[in-house]
């Protein structure tokens, strides 16, 4: 078996991926590989994919599978990839899925974690979170950084971004159960789905996913 270790996160929008992505980023020392800072990163890097994506996304379109697999190609060849990645946001469809694939070869992913959260839930921590528009670091609703505006790491605006809006919130996991629930079948009929309860405490999460990594023989 190869020893790189290549996870996926899969999850409703709010079910706590990015959070758990970067735990086990830093527990198993692999970069944690999100498809928005993929995206964000191509376009202030000023490269030919980066203004493509820039493009698009000025006009207010979704990227398409191929420019998107194109950028996680090239992520992959960087060299703090090289031991294994923790992917959070891709793949998002079957497409993808069979792209991914392709792209690893013989060193495939090991392991797809589903944090299985239910919408209520969900939805609540959507509508009641807060992002700053300079580093990214999130907030609640009742955080004296989501009062005043102001994010404590770095000064920039707290801000309710528009698709955590209610309306936006329910086309955002509409488009998750359309196009990414498949991705459960996908990788539960070649044996490498596990499912999480994420309607717990993150440490909590985090314990029975290593729990898992650890009982399949992975690290």
Known sequence: MSQRLNLIVLGKQGAGK?????????RYAIPH?????????AVAAGS???QQVESILHA???VNDELVNQLVRERFKEADAQKGVVLDGFPRTIGQAEALEEMLGD???KLCINLDVPTELVTQRLSSRRVC??????YKDTDVEAISG???ACGGDVIQRTDDYP???????????????PLLKFYGARGLLVTVDGDQRPNEVTDEIMKLVHERGLA
């Open 60 to 62: 207010g379109d979704l």
């Open 167 to 181: 309306d936006a919130i329910r086309k955002r996991l509409e488009t998750y159960e359309r196009d990414t629930e």
């Open 18 to 26: 990015g959070t758990q992505s970067t735990v086990l980023a830093e």
């Open 150 to 152: 102001t994010c404590s």
């Open 107 to 109: 060193d495939g992913i």
């Open 48 to 50: 030919e994919l980066g």
């Open 33 to 41: 590989v999100s498809t928005g800072d993929i995206l964000r990163n």
């Open 133 to 138: 528009q300079e580093c990214g670091a999130t």
